[in-house]
């Protein structure tokens, strides 16, 4: 650890000694777990394998997700979660436009949401999923007894009872690393977790139905031309050329297409230029704003293949194994490091530029061939293993 990371760990360690530990979840049961993850959306997504592991560990404890109020839908309708408790830090996410050092003292010495936590009177045990300073200071401001962290990324462990040490490795699972701590021993794979509502599912089903005509099999594709990152987003006419040379492909195939492209307001644009990118004569719509966020995730589904940047729509795809090609480029220039944190096994794969130049992020992409051939290769394993349908999840 440098200099400056023990400069600012230093305060941390000595605000601790005033937060000593109360508790002890070895000896006693939690009466409540505060789990905080106010970051964005992909890291909420890998988070939620985490509450399964803590309710199968501790059955009869209230589990409190610490979440920023735009990550809210993520979490409704999970079982494993008894409450959600907004707390929009404006810390590691790109939804608070002001992360100064100035508002982050603020928010963590006058924001109501930070004294409505202190107004609860404590936590038992308090699990910041990220590990930094930040955290592990509103952890101790929120009265939580026992703290879990991480050491060696953005500090703060110093001010923690446990943690887990830092490496490259797949996110999810370091987050059912803290659960072990806790010793939770029965663990759900590290893929996120989606609980969709019936009504959900109905709305999506309309969407998809709309977009087909009966007598042959359709494909159905879910495309995002967005990132939470602009230099991790593939350009959006290559998108379009891309979706036109797949259709043609399931045309040759006597296959009819059902494409659909999915983001927020902010997308829309992107989705417009992709669309004008292709041929007149692939039907593609644009949902990118239209519908909820949670009637993505149903869009998502029961889609055949999931075409998508680094970005929230990957582990959408992730939580129900459909599918997806990842175009990895732009400002990724370690493609094996990327999967390795955010990656996951098959149907997930990614495909990146053969050669990177130095400097030149626009230049860093694979070509429309490749991306073209790894969303057919997807198909046809699919088609082979005989699951072209996503099975519900309940």
Excluded at 234 to 247: H, K, M, P, S, Y
Excluded at 294 to 305: G, H, S, W, Y
């Amino acid at each position: 650890m440098g200099w400056k990371n023990l400069l600012i760990e230093a305060p941390v360690w000595l605000i601790s000694r005033f937060y000593r530990p109360r508790f002890d979840p070895n000896r006693t049961t939690p009466r409540e777990i505060l789990v905080l993850r106010p970051n964005d959306f992909g890291e909420l997504l890998t988070t939620t394998p985490l509450f399964e592991a803590l309710r199968k560990r501790f059955p009869t404890t209230r589990l409190i997700a610490g979440v920023g109020s735009w990550g809210r839908p993520i979490l409704e309708n999970n079982p494993f979660v008894d409450e959600i408790v907004e707390i929009d830090a404006p810390w590691n996410n790109k939804l608070v436009e002001d992360r100064s050092h100035r508002n982050v003292m603020r928010f963590l010495w006058k924001s109501p949401q930070v004294a409505a936590l202190r107004a609860r009177g404590g936590f038992d045990v308090g699990i910041d999923v990220l590990g930094s300073y930040m955290g592990a200071v509103l952890l101790m401001r929120a009265g939580v007894r026992y703290r879990i962290g991480v050491r060696g990324y953005r500090g703060g462990w110093s001010g923690c009872q446990d943690y887990i040490e830092f490496a490259r490795r797949q996110c999810g699972r370091a987050a059912l690393g803290q659960a072990e701590l806790l010793g939770a021993k029965t663990l759900p794979e590290a893929r996120p977790q989606l609980f969709l509502t019936d009504d959900e599912r109905l709305q999506a089903a309309q969407v998809w139905t709309a977009g087909e005509a009966g007598g042959r099999r359709t494909v159905r594709i879910v495309a995002g031309v967005g990132a939470g990152v602009s230099s991790k987003a593939w350009d959006a006419r290559q998108v379009g050329d891309a979706l036109t040379r797949i259709a043609e492909a399931m045309e040759k195939a006597g296959n009819a297409c059902n494409i659909v492209i999915v983001g927020n307001d902010t997308d829309r644009l992107r989705a417009e230029e992709a669309m004008a990118a292709a041929s007149p004569a692939t039907a593609i719509r644009s949902m990118a704003g239209e519908v909820s966020m949670r009637i993505m995730f149903a869009l998502v589904e029961n889609a055949d293949v999931v075409l998508t940047n680094s970005s929230m729509l990957l582990h959408v795809a992730a939580a129900f194994q459909r599918p997806t090609v990842a175009v990895i480029g732009g400002s990724v220039t370690r493609p094996e490091v990327h999967d390795a944190i955010w990656g996951y096994p098959p149907p997930y794969r990614s495909v990146a530029p053969e050669r990177y130049v130095p400097g030149e992020h626009a230049l860093n992409w694979p070509s429309v061939e490749r991306v073209v051939d790894a969303v057919i290769e997807s198909l046809e394993l699919q088609r082979a293993r005989g699951n072209n349908c996503a099975e519900p999840v309940v």
